[in-house]
Structures are given as structure tokens and as C-alpha cells.
């Protein structure tokens, strides 16, 4: 399977438990992104990581998530303390970096969340 | 911030009918990209598009990119019930990540 996989699929915790989140990339790629969507709206952008590095964070990504890549392979997300409003489906996608993105995003099957 | 307007945010049709959906912004993008997504899975891609005025064509779908690289359409011809799904665009913004659209929702009825 040379597909993005994403782990768990599903995810029910409580209120201000800390929960982690792992994408597993296609292997060629050497971008990863994660995004959040909520009911009836579009991905949101929260970071993306060039090989090891996490080059960009978006304003959405509070001091209580992180996420790390190392080695430049899989990729983690961590919430910390999670909130109600934390509850999203989370889509980690990945590609070649470069050129004028004529590459196109691989995603993963998501991780829905849901914080009671 | 929404940068990408998608409009109809909803769309119920009959088999075999024709639509457009719409995507509009005031940002110029270096690429603008199209995806469907079903219920509890991932979008996937449909369609890259990357030069001003171009159309491509993927069978029934035919995506166009305006002239000024701000807007797109994509347009179904004889729409099937396998067609059903979330229709994202997404804009490729400073070449590094795309910011998405939030969605034309299609029901295509048998």
C-alpha cells in the first residue's frame, strides 16, 4: 500500500485528556501537511513539515497542539488539554515539494476526534 | 479567513443532468486544484490546473482556470449517482500550501 495512512481512525476522549495523532506519508514525498475540518467546511491549514523541518505554522495551531516529524518519515500531532472545540476530523496529506504545485496533496483517511 | 469562495454550497440533481460549480477569490494563486471527498475519507485529487485559461478535461469533468488565475469552474455533464460527494477547490497560495475552498456539496439522485 503506497497510500497516506492515518492512525486511529476514530478517537473519543475527554475533556482536557492529552490525545496523539500519527500520518504515515508515501514514502517518496518529502512534505506533510496536517489540515482540520469541521462539519460542512473545507481544510484548514494548521502546518506542514519539508523532511524533518517544520517549516510553517498556521495562527489555528495553539500552544496545546505540536506536532513533530522526525527523521523526516512519519509524522506526530499532539493536543494537549483538549476542548470541546477541538473535536475535527484531522487530515495529515502529503507531496513532492516544488515547482509551481503542480503536485498534488496525497490524504490520509483522517482521524476524526471527539472530545466529550 | 476564507480566501476561496465556493459556490453552491449545495447542489441536489437528477441523473443525467448538467451542473457548474464556481470557485472565486480576489488572491491570484500559482495553481488552484480540485478534489472530491466522501464521508469519513480523505479529499481526493481530481485535477491540477496551473496556467491561466486553461481547460482540462477528465471524462464528464471539464475544470477551467480563469485567465486571471483567481477563479475556476467545474463542470459535470450527465451527472451520475457516483458522483455524489464534497467538490473542494483549493488555491496554491506563496508556493508553499494550498488553501481550501469550503466546498460545493453534490447529491446526484437516481
Known amino acids: 500500500d503506497t497510500g497516506v495512512s492515518q492512525n486511529p481512525r476514530h478517537k473519543i476522549t475527554k475533556r482536557g485528556q492529552n490525545v496523539t495523532f500519527r500520518c504515515d506519508p508515501i514514502s517518496e514525498h518529502n512534505r506533510l501537511y496536517w489540515y482540520r475540518q469541521t462539519l460542512g467546511q473545507g481544510p484548514e491549514f494548521l502546518t506542514y513539515?519539508?523532511?524533518?523541518?517544520?517549516?510553517?505554522k498556521s495562527r489555528l495551531l495553539s500552544d496545546r497542539f505540536s506536532a513533530e516529524r522526525p527523521k523526516g518519515s512519519f509524522s506526530t500531532l499532539e493536543i494537549q488539554r483538549t476542548e470541546q472545540g477541538d473535536s475535527a476530523m484531522y487530515l495529515c496529506a502529503s507531496s513532492l515539494g516544488g515547482g509551481q504545485g503542480e503536485y498534488g496533496y496525497t490524504f490520509g483517511s483522517g482521524t476524526r476526534l471527539t472530545v466529550v | 479567513t476564507q480566501l476561496l469562495e465556493q459556490s453552491p454550497q449545495f447542489l441536489s440533481i437528477q441523473e443525467g443532468e448538467n451542473l457548474t460549480v464556481y470557485c472565486n477569490s480576489s488572491s491570484v494563486f500559482s495553481s488552484l486544484q480540485w478534489y472530491r471527498q466522501e464521508p469519513g475519507e480523505g479529499p481526493v485529487l481530481l485535477v491540477t490546473?496551473?496556467?491561466?485559461?486553461e481547460v482540462k478535461k477528465l471524462k464528464r469533468l471539464t475544470f477551467q482556470f480563469g485567465d486571471a488565475r483567481k477563479d475556476s469552474s467545474l463542470h459535470i455533464t450527465a451527472a451520475q449517482p457516483g458522483d455524489t460527494g464534497l467538490y473542494l477547490c483549493?488555491?496554491?497560495?506563496?508556493?508553499?500550501?494550498?488553501?481550501f475552498g469550503s466546498g460545493t456539496k453534490l447529491n446526484v439522485k437516481p
Open positions: 513539515f519539508q523532511n524533518e523541518a517544520q517549516l510553517e
Open positions: 483549493a488555491g496554491l497560495y506563496n508556493f508553499n500550501k494550498f488553501y
Open positions: 490546473v496551473v496556467t491561466g485559461g
